[in-house]
Each structure stands twice: as structure tokens, then as C-alpha cells.
């Protein structure tokens, strides 16, 4: 009698154990392993590990996609996946057909995020280059900096998503059966997002351009907006008018966004620009230069004794200028199924630059 009860008892806790965790079938529990062994591969630290569970071209597509790339990849995965993160919910299984899946909660980082402020330092790495004195070819190896840059500097937040993995048994052993569609999931869609044209809004555009020309010296700004084809002169002259010009724009340029119109392949960005005043400069320089020719120095000086006292004063009311103005121009862009492009055109020239070829036109006589 005594023995009975034991037995009856031990059903009972078994049969409680099941209705409370749920009983597993030896197919499920092996399934279930497969899954986290799979994913767990994702919080390693060893960055091979990771590679050997996601493509490396889903997290930088490229043309130049190689082996050795794929190694500098695979050291940003560490980064990219530190605060990964997985639950396996359930586990539905087809012995018959030796098929199944797994629905699971993937904790990733915020990919969108991630996707926005890389996009925008390609954009500004770009302009950069425009700037420089030779011409620079961007790499893949140069992405895969930048990208572990941002990973290393930001700190992102997390996304959690519920995805059924599917499941497949070869040879008595489950499997995860990779799919492009799991890859993205596990990547947080990210390459989805690299690859969305409206990722930026018209209005980041400009901000990139117009922040990354803010951020120029002297130098950059001369190559940039090719101040030293402003006058043929010696290059001598042509050098040291291009410099004081773009300090002054160094010293000046400032902007603010002040509205978005946007269609669907065409955007309106309404901005204020300030940069140097040269009309100041230019009435300046007049004023100086007519008080010189009424000198005795003027009548002595000769031809290029005159030419080279007015090329030395243009340059002085360059340097001194401390006169800003203000232009509320309507930059243009167009969705080209990559980004939006900004068309470039006269008005956008002149409030950066401050009318400058206008300038140096109107006394163009008197310096070359």
C-alpha cells in the first residue's frame, strides 16, 4: 500500500514538472542544443568563431570582397555582436519529415543607428578626399576602419526581434539551415539598411557636407573649392590670395537648416549661409588703394611697383576682414536609388564662397 502511494505521488510531481516546463522529446532537446550552439557562436571572442557563423558580406558588401578582407572583418564581429543576446522560446519539430524550427528572441544592436552614422562617415570621409592634394583611392580595409571606429566610439543601443530559425536533421543531427533571410536577422538587417537610399534624409545630406567643410583648415578649403584658379597670376600671388580667402571662409562659414521639402526623387533643403563679406573687402581695398595712388610712393613706384602695392592691399583687406553676410538659398537634391545627391549649382557656390569670383573680377585689371 505504502509502495502505491510512492508511485502515485512520483506521477503526480512528473505530471506537474510537465504542465509547469513542458515535457521535451530527445528530437526537441537535441534540436534546441543545435540552436544555442549555433548562436553562441556569435558571443565569442574570438572573431573566427563568429566568421565561421555569419558571412562576412553581410555586414560590408563590396565588389572588392577577398579572403584577406574578410580576416579585417572579422576582427569589427567581436564589436559588432558584444552585446548580443538569444532566448530560445520554443522548439517545433517534424520527425517524419526531418524538418523544424525554433522560434527564438534575438537581442542585437541597433543596426539602423549604426547603418546612419557609418553612411554619414562614408559621406564625410568622401568629401575629405575631394579635398586632398592627390587624388586617394578609398578601400575596403578604409570601410572596415571606419565602421570600427563608430562600433568603438558609440555606444548603441539594442533591438529584440522574435524569428522562427528553421531547423533541418542530417544523419541523426539537427541543424540550423542558413537562410539570407536568418543572416539578416542576425545582423540586424544592417546591410538592408546600408542599402535603403532614404537611409539619410535630405537634410543629413547637406549637414554632412556643409559640418565636413566647417571642419577644413585653410588648405583643404583652397583644394576643396579650387581657390587657387580664382586669377591667373604667378603662382606665387595665386597661392597667397587662395590662402587668405580661405581663412577668411575658414574663419566665417557657418550655416543653419531651416526646412526639408521632400517628393519621391526630389528634396528642397532651405538653408541660411554665412560667410565672408566681400563686398566689405572689396569697397575696402578700393578705399585703401585710392588713398595710396594719391601719394608720391604711387608716382614713383612704376608699373609693377604699383601692381605689386595692389595685390599687397587686396590681400591685407582679405586678412583683416571681420564682416560676415548671410544668404537664405534652396539647395536641391535628387534620389538617385543610392542617396540623395545635392545638385550643385551658382547659388550654393556664391553663398559659401561669398561672391568671391564677382570680387576678384571687378579688380582683376589692377592684380594681374
Request: aromatic share 6%; proline share 2%.
Amino acid at each position: 500500500m505504502e509502495r502505491k502511494r510512492v508511485t502515485v505521488l512520483l506521477g503526480l510531481l512528473l505530471s506537474g514538472i510537465c504542465i509547469l516546463g513542458g515535457c521535451t522529446s530527445k528530437e526537441e532537446r537535441s534540436a534546441r542544443k543545435a540552436v544555442e550552439q549555433e548562436l553562441e557562436k556569435l558571443q565569442s571572442s574570438d572573431s573566427q568563431t563568429i566568421l565561421n557563423c555569419i558571412d562576412a558580406q553581410d555586414l560590408l558588401p563590396s565588389s572588392e570582397y577577398t579572403d584577406e578582407a574578410a580576416e579585417e572583418i572579422a576582427d569589427i564581429f567581436s564589436l559588432f555582436y558584444k552585446d548580443f543576446s538569444f532566448e530560445v522560446k520554443k522548439i517545433s519539430v517534424e520527425k517524419d519529415k526531418d524538418k523544424g524550427s525554433a522560434q527564438t528572441e534575438l537581442t542585437t544592436i541597433d543596426a539602423c543607428s549604426l547603418a546612419k552614422d557609418y553612411s554619414l562617415a562614408l559621406l564625410q570621409k568622401q568629401i575629405e578626399m575631394d579635398a586632398s592634394p592627390g587624388e586617394v583611392e578609398f578601400s575596403l580595409s578604409d570601410s572596415c576602419l571606419l565602421l570600427k571606429e563608430k562600433l568603438e566610439t558609440e555606444d548603441y543601443d539594442t533591438e529584440t526581434s522574435e524569428v522562427s530559425i528553421p531547423l533541418e536533421k542530417e544523419s541523426d543531427t539537427w541543424k540550423v539551415v542558413r537562410t539570407e533571410e536568418l543572416d539578416s536577422l542576425l545582423t540586424g538587417n544592417f546591410a538592408g539598411y546600408m542599402s535603403d537610399s532614404r537611409l539619410l534624409s535630405p537634410s543629413e545630406i547637406v549637414a554632412a557636407h556643409f559640418d565636413t567643410i566647417g571642419s577644413f583648415d585653410s588648405e583643404q578649403l583652397k583644394i576643396y573649392l579650387s581657390l587657387d584658379e580664382l586669377v591667373e597670376t604667378d603662382d606665387t600671388f595665386s597661392n597667397s590670395l587662395a590662402i587668405a580667402i580661405a581663412r577668411q571662409i575658414e574663419k566665417s562659414f557657418d550655416y543653419e537648416i531651416t526646412g526639408e521639402d521632400q517628393g519621391e526623387n526630389d528634396a528642397k533643403v532651405q538653408v541660411s549661409i554665412t560667410s565672408p563679406d566681400f563686398e566689405t573687402i572689396l569697397s575696402s581695398y578700393k578705399r585703401r588703394l585710392t588713398r595710396w595712388l594719391e601719394t608720391s610712393e604711387a608716382l614713383s613706384a612704376g608699373v609693377q611697383g604699383r601692381r605689386d602695392k595692389e595685390r599687397e592691399l587686396l590681400i591685407s583687406c582679405i586678412e583683416e576682414n571681420e564682416d560676415t553676410v548671410s544668404d537664405d538659398i534652396v539647395i536641391r537634391l535628387f534620389n538617385d536609388g543610392i542617396n540623395w545627391k545635392i545638385q550643385m549649382d551658382s547659388n550654393i557656390a556664391e553663398a559659401v564662397f561669398g561672391d568671391i569670383p564677382s570680387a576678384i573680377e571687378s579688380i582683376a585689371e589692377d592684380i594681374q
